[in-house]
């Protein structure tokens, strides 16, 4: 049997688990393309206007899957206790349907954390009635598919791109993402070194955005060019908890936790030069996030720039504010931040813009 898993949303978070479940089961896993110009218009022609890029996106690779027996659409309801998922995340299996080719059968599954293990395996074994397999078939592929999932969690270093390596392991099968006790995905940490650069700058976004290079135009790696990036997939998420402090109410959604308390970290990083917050149009969650991390920002006086994302961001205008946002920072960083109307540095102590 093969299943079509799309190369988006929920990929760039939860596939270390789904790849462990389904090889466990010897269920071969088939994913679309990376994303490329078709499937964005393929996209805005089957999702409703109003959704956010990375659904519209979503729908563009479940367009793209051929040759399939199914498409996997899981509805990822919880991925911790006492927190939800962006409510665009629960109706995945329903707002979509539109973009199943006609006549391809839909295969989806509940997870939701937030009831506990025994209730996810109940919904994974509902799932494994479907694919004809035993209740100890299941729990079996879940263990593997957990397993997975941790051993992604604890090795991402600094300068881990989990689309790159995705790509190694299509194409070379080897490099430093490989298969490991047969069917789990094992990611080392391996990460080439690169020479140090004079800029540390910390990305901020969800990784559906931040690893998928076509829709933000190579931002990730353009940054990667002129400085040192930090993302905040890197800090773990007991430690983004610990800087979840300040708040008259706890944040519902796990993905605006993990963005507000490890962009918490690197805003009162002393060693962080500047920050970029990066969101797309129409994102519920990110239009209160941004606002309560940009009041840290101001109190800490770092360099701060929003990127907004959509089906018309165009190429020119994002490298010109990048490459504006990168001038101003190393400027600063320079002690040029109080420059007379003569180029002359009036206090070579200062350190404002």
Known sequence: MKIGFPRALFYYDYFPFWSGFFNHLDIELKISPSTHRQIMEDGLKRAN????????????????????????????????????????????????LAAVPPGMPVLSAVINWRKGQRQVLKDLQILGVKLGKSRAEIHKAFLRGHECQQQYQESRGAGWNFEEKIKELESAGGGTLKKSNGNCMVIAANVPQTPSKPLRITLIGHSYLVQESYANLNLLQRLREKAEVSLIQHVEPKEAEAHLSGLRKKLFWSHAKQIYGAGNKFVEDPTIDGIIYLTCFGCGTDSMVQELLAQKVRKHHKPYMVITLDEHTGEAGLVTRLEAFLDMVERRKAREGYVSAYGKCLDSHSNTL
Not at 50 to 66: D, F, R, S, V, W
Not at 73 to 82: A, D, I, K, Q, Y
């Open 49 to 96: 206007d109003e959704t956010c890029l990375p659904l519209k996106l979503l729908a563009g690779h479940i367009q793209a899957l051929k040759d399939v027996d199914a498409i996997f659409l899981p509805r990822m309801v919880s991925g911790e206790e006492n927190a939800y998922n962006c409510p665009k995340f629960l109706g995945i299996p329903e707002t979509l």
